[in-house]
C-alpha cells in the first residue's frame, strides 16, 4: 500500500492506493469520530463487497447501518439522496455518524453530498470501487446530484477525510468501465505529463489486463496529478479547470446522444481526439502527436471518433456546459503532448473545421 | 447606517444597519461578481418590497430574475428549493448568478442553502426582512431546510457575502412577529451582555413600539455578539452553543405543540424562562433575577409559561435536538444574567422540578 497526503488550506487526507484494502478497518478507524458508520451502497456492489466492509468494521467495535441504493446515474437525484437521509434520521443517526461511500462515482457524488448536507456536515469516507471513481471522483471533494435540467447541477465542494483506493475490487469490473476509467488516466498524461503519457503508452496492455500493478501506479500518478491540482484551487476558478480536458466535447457527446448512451469515459475518449484535432488546427501539436494520441485512446477500448451531431447541436450543448464563463466558450486544450492550457479565444473556423473533420464518425446513425 | 464587518477564517462581509437601505443598490453592486440576480422572495414579501429593490438594481443595470415561493415554514422543504433550482436552470443562471434573500428566516435559510448548492456554491446576499432574520437568522451562515422527520435537518453552513438590514422594513411585521424576534434580542442580553440587557429592560417598549433607533440599536447589538460568537466558532463545535440559550426547552415546546402553533421566538420566550428557573434551581441565579427575566420576557410580549408537555414528552423531544452528543442532554443556562454556559450534568431531579414548578402553565388545555 502507499498513501498519498492531499492537502487543501482547511483540511488534509490520505489516499491509501493498494490491495486487499477492504477488510482492514484500521484504515478507517482513526476517522471516526464516533463508532458509528452509514455505509452507502448499491444494488451491483453490496452483493459483492459489502459484507466484507461491514464484517472488517464490525469486528473492530463500529455500529454499521447499511444504505442499499439502486445502481445507476438514473438514480443520481434527490428522490435516492433523500433514502439515505429517511435511513439516517429513521436511525437516530447523529452529526457525528461517518458516511462511507463504498461504489463508483454515482454512489461516491450522492454520499459526499449527503454527508455535507446532514445536519449541515458529516464525516464522510470514500471507498472508490470502479477506476473512474479512483482516479477522479473520489479525490477533490466535488460531489453532486443531477437535476432534469442539467447534469451534477447540485451540490457541493465537501472533501472526504480518507480515500481507500483497493485494486483488488476493479477484477469484478465491467471491461467498458474499466476503458471509462482509462480514460480519465490518460487525460492526466496529456494534461500535465509527458513522462506518465509515455508508460501509458508502454503499459495500457497490462491496464486493460487489470494487472494490479499497473493500476496502483496509474491510480497512485493520476491521484498525486489530481491532488496537486485540487490544492491549488479547491473551488475550481482557475487550474482546476485543466481537468476538464476533452470534457467540453464530452459533454456534448453525452448530452447530443441522450446520457447513458455512451459512458462518460467514452465521450471523454472521443472528446479528447477532438481536443487534440483543435490543438492541432491551432498549430500546437504536429500530426504524429495527434496519432500518438489516438492510438493510446484506442489502446484503452475507447472510441476515437466522435458521433456526427451536427455543427449546430454541438455549438448548442458546448455552451450549455458549467464552465461556461459569461456565455464565451472555453477549451482546455493541448500546448503540447503533456502540457494543457485552457482558452477561450478559438476561432470559430478552427473549431468548425475540427466538427468537419476526420475525428467525427459520418458512417454511422445513433 | 452602521456597518459591522465579521470576519471569518475564509472570508469577511459587511452587516449594514440603518433605514431605506433597501433602495440603495450600492450596497449591493461590490459584492456581484457578475451583474446579474436572483431574488428570491415569498408572496407576502414580494408585494411589500420585491419592486422597490428590484427597481433599484434594475436602475443600476443589474438584470434581475425574481423568484417568488410561497409563503410558510410548511414550504421550508426540498419541494420549495427546487423552485429556486428550477427557475435560475430555466433562466440558464451561471454559477456567477447572486441570490439575493428578501425575507424572513425562511426565505433566507432555503436561499442561503440554494446558493450553496447551486453549482455547487453561487453568491448569496441576505436583506432579511423580519427582526428575527435581521438578529439571528441572516447572520452566520447556517442555512437548512425541514425533512419530515425532522427541522433543519439538511443544509449547509455557507456565508453571506453581505447582510442588509434596514429598520423600515419591520414597519409592516405583524406585531406577534416582532415579539418573537425579539426573543432572540433578549438571549443576546441574557447569556453574554449584562449592560446590554440593562438596556433593554430600559427600552422594550420604544422596541415594541418599533422605533426604528431602538430596533437599530438591538439588531446592532444581537449582530456585533452573534458575530463574535460565530466568528470563534463557525462551524458550531463549541462555544455556538451558547446560542441556544432557551432553545432546548423552546424546540421541545414547539416539537410538543406541533410545529407552527407556537412561533419560534414564542417557544423561546417560554425556553428561556425554564432554562433561568433551571439556574436558578442549580443554585446559579436568585429570585430577583429570574424576576427580572420574566418581566423582560412579559414586556416583550412573549409567553412566560411554558405548556405542560408531560415529563416524558419534555424529556423525548429534548432528547431528539440536533445539539444532543451522543445520547446526552445539554443545556445552556445562567450562571448570572449576561453569563451563560453549557452544562451536561444537569441532574434528573432538579429537571424534574422545574418541570413541575410554575413556569409550566397547568391551567390551559392544548
Ligand atoms: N465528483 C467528481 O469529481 C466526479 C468526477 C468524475 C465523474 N463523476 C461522476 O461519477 C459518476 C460516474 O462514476 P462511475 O464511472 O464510477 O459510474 P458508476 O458509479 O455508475 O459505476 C459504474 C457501474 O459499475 C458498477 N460497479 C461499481 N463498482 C463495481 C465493481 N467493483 N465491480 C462491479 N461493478 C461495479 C456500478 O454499480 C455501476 O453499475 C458520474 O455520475 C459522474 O458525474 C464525479
Ligand atoms: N439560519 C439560522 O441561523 C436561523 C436562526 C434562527 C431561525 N432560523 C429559521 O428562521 C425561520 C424563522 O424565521 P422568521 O421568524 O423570520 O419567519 P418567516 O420567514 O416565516 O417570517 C415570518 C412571517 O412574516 C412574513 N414577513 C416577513 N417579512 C415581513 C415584513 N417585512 N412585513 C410583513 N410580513 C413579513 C413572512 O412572509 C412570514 O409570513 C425558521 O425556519 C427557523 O428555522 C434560522
Ligand atoms: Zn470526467
Ligand atoms: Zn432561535
Redesign the pocket.
Known sequence: MITLDLSLPDTRYPIHIGRDLLDDANLILPHLPQRKVAIVT?T??AP?YLARLQGALEAAGVAVLPIVLP???AY?TWDTLNLIFDALLSSRAERKTTLIAL???????MTGFAAACYQRGAPFIQVP??L??QV??SV?G???INHPKG??MIGAFYQPRAVIADMT??D???QR?LS??LAEVIKYGLLGDADFLAWLEANMARLVARDHDALAHAVRRSCEMKADIVAQDEKESGVRALLNLGHTFGHAIEAGLGFGAW???EAVGAGMMLAAALSHELGWIDAAALARTERLIAAAGLPTRAPDLGVDAWLEHMSHDKKVESGRLRFVLLKALGQAAIVDDVAPEALQRVLAGPYIRRDTAY
Open positions: 448499491n451491483t456492489v459483492l445502481d445507476g446515474e443520481k461504489g463508483g462515482g454515482v454512489i461516491g457524488d470501487t470502479t473512474l471513481a477522479d471522483s477533490g466535488k460531489t453532486a447534469k451534477n475490487l476493479l469484478t469490473l465491467p468501465e471509462a476509467g459512458l462518460h469515459g
